[in-house]
């Protein structure tokens, strides 16, 4: 039983006292796509991100992750997906190598598993020499390369990545990006946030959040048809301007 | 089961990597408990005393010495006006004045009787009422001897006295040191479990890694239990430690068995994790942390037993010291260290900590969520 959609939400909502950070959004995730979460600061994009991985509870609406809902089997949804948050979240003190044991090991993988994908994994990342290093000491790009590829390390069906490539320049961003592609080849429906416009031209649908609310739902192309603006800039800036809400 | 040697493997390294922390867990026990022990001493030494001599006879000068030679006091002037004395102690250099009036000798032979003042600095309350009480019982006994001189055979009736000789059960010489030491263990064990666990998840909520844990199908219980294992382990390395410097440095071997301890400890230890687990899961920040449990530990240390007697607190603080878990091992490291008491005498205390310790878990596990 392969569902359809990797993700669906329907009136999704999220509300902290007065203030409600995410206003009944609703959307679908096919599988094995590259779906692109934009929006201003405090737009409320990890928020809902927050929701779909089990680490928030919605406070109303409907989702289901990798076909399991989000209310009930959060914790079935976790078997199924990796997740790379806005802070860098492997532990520095600890060595490339140990970092991927742990997290391989409490996503349940054998010894052998891990020993094997742990040695392809640090040639893929051209890191085989760093592999007893302290995460610590790794310049910030790989950190980030090296927490992607620890998120995806469990084989998820479906990653999310929350600003990913947040201070990290440019060539290492494409590299990041590349990472990405070879990621959903493999069948991974990639979910990420992003500040950066020119990485909305990457996914294959885009959303653009406003205000806790999703103001547009398309293709790259058809949002810039849409908006008749010359690249995802003018899109974006058309949306943003409407918002109300103040950074934060 | 797989999951937490995945958990247990990493806490270790990063325990053992930090070396601040291992500095925190093996130097700061042992210096503390040389330190600790010598320096909290109950015995009141170096009292200042201003003493008054109006009278300059031989009896006075022999009072004088007899004080003096008792070696808790210190002489720091003799004078024959009362302003000099006050002065000495207006400027905080004296605790006690002792004023011995004129005509001291003469009243002290012929008339039987005579009067000293002694008037006390009472800013710091412990040392001026021990300096008072000491100061009494040398001018008693003083006093006793003087009138055994004299009086060779009794004009009057000598009013009965009755002596009282004390027996120190279980600590023969009233060696403080034989409660402080057993007791500083129990507090530097409270202090390091509970710290550590609060500390070491505040930690990783801070810096973000507890939320990549929460994202992962990890069970809240393994998670749990893979913070309290590395540091229950580490707790009965400490107490170790701190029985081998007892025993080193003061000569201390409990008169009971090391199993009764080692029993009682373990289930303690989990109590007070528990208690750093519970602080650890409503406190955001590491400085909220470290507030609360410094308050904790305020009220623990002071309403342990260890300092104050909780036999003589008033009946609401006795109360209050029945929520305290300090109270029950120091109570129950002297039972074993002193009196040698077994497994069965100390039944009760056990009892009362394993359900502190079913408590305090069962809500850390509860009030830990994966999701907010």
């Not at chain 1, 999704?12 to 201003?40: H, P, Q, W, Y």
């Not at chain 1, 192309?221 to 690249?231: G, R, T």
Request: hydrophobic share 45%; net charge positive; glycine share 6%.
């Amino acid at each position: 039983m392969q569902p359809d959609y990797a993700i669906t939400a329907k009136d999704l909502t999220k509300r902290f006292g007065d203030f409600t950070a995410v206003d009944k959004i609703s959307f679908e995730v096919s599988r094995g796509e590259i779906f692109g979460f934009l929006g201003a600061n405090g737009a409320g994009k990890t928020t809902a991100m927050r929701m779909l991985c089990g680490l928030s509870l919605p406070s109303a609406g409907t989702a289901t992750v990798a076909g399991f809902d989000v209310y009930r089997d959060n914790e079935r949804i976790k078997k199924r997906i990796g997740y790379m948050s806005q802070k860098f979240s492997l532990y520095e003190d600890l060595t490339v190598k140990e970092n991927i044991r742990f997290y391989g090991g409490i996503y349940g993988r054998s010894d052998l598993f891990i020993k094997e994908q742990t040695g392809y994994l640090l040639q893929h990342l051209r890191l085989e020499k760093e592999g007893n290093t302290l995460v610590r000491a790794l310049p910030l790009g790989w950190k980030q390369k090296l927490a992607f590829s620890v998120a995806i390390f469990h084989e998820p069906d479906i990653v999310f990545l929350d600003e990913p490539t947040g201070g990290v320049d440019p060539v290492t961003r494409r590299e990041f990006w590349n990472m990405i592609y070879e990621a959903s080849a493999k069948g991974i429906t990639v979910f990420v946030t992003t500040h950066y416009l020119d990485e909305a031209e990457y996914c294959n649908r885009v959303s653009i959040m406003v205000d806790g609310k999703i103001e547009a739902l398309d293709s790259p192309s058809a949002l810039k048809q849409q908006f008749s603006a010359a690249s995802m800039d003018g899109v974006f800036l058309q949306l943003a301007r409407k918002a109300k809400r103040t950074e934060g | 089961m797989r999951t937490l040697k995945f958990l247990l493997q990493k806490e270790f390294r990063q325990i053992f990597r930090d070396p601040a922390i291992l500095r925190l867990i093996f130097i700061m026990p042992v210096i503390q408990l040389i330190v600790l022990p010598l320096a909290a001493d109950y015995e009141m030494k170096n009292i200042n005393l201003a003493v008054t001599d109006h009278d300059h006879s031989a009896y006075s000068r022999e009072l004088v010495n007899k004080i003096k030679a008792s070696g808790y006091f210190k002489l720091v002037t003799y004078n024959e006006a009362y302003k000099q004395s006050l002065t000495a102690i207006e400027n905080d250099q004296a605790d006690l004045i002792l004023e011995i009036p004129v005509h001291f000798e003469k009243d002290l032979v012929k008339e039987d009787a005579a009067k000293v003042f002694v008037s006390i600095n009472a800013i710091n309350g412990t040392k001026a009422g021990l300096g008072g009480a000491y100061l009494q019982t040398i001018l008693r006994d003083y006093n006793q001897a003087v009138r055994e001189k004299w009086i060779q055979f009794p004009r009057i009736k000598l009013l009965p006295t009755i002596d009282i000789t004390y027996a120190n059960w279980f600590n023969p010489h009233m060696n403080y040191k034989y409660f402080m030491v057993p007791g500083i263990l129990v507090l530097l064990l409270t202090m390091i479990g509970a710290n550590l666990t609060a500390i070491n998840i505040v930690r990783e909520k801070e810096i973000g890694t507890i939320e990549q844990i929460n994202v992962t199908p990890i069970r809240k219980h393994h998670f749990i239990l893979g913070k309290l294992i590395p540091f229950w382990i580490l707790g009965l390395v400490i107490l170790t430690l701190g029985f081998g410097v007892a025993r080193i440095v003061y000569g201390i071997i409990p008169a009971g068995s090391f199993v009764t301890i080692y029993v009682f400890a373990a289930v303690y230890l989990l109590a007070v994790l528990g208690l750093g687990l519970l602080v650890s899961t409503y406190a955001a920040t590491q400085q909220q942390a470290m507030l609360v449990s410094f308050f904790i530990m305020m009220i623990f240390i002071l309403m342990g037993g260890l300092y104050t007697s909780i036999d003589s607190m008033p009946e609401w603080a006795k109360w209050i010291t029945r929520f305290n878990p300090v109270s029950y091992f120091i109570d129950v490291m002297r039972m074993v260290v002193l009196k040698g008491s077994g497994l069965t005498d100390i039944s009760r205390q056990l009892g009362i900590i394993a359900l502190f310790a079913v408590v305090l878990n069962t809500w850390a596990i509860l009030s830990y969520r994966k999701r907010s």
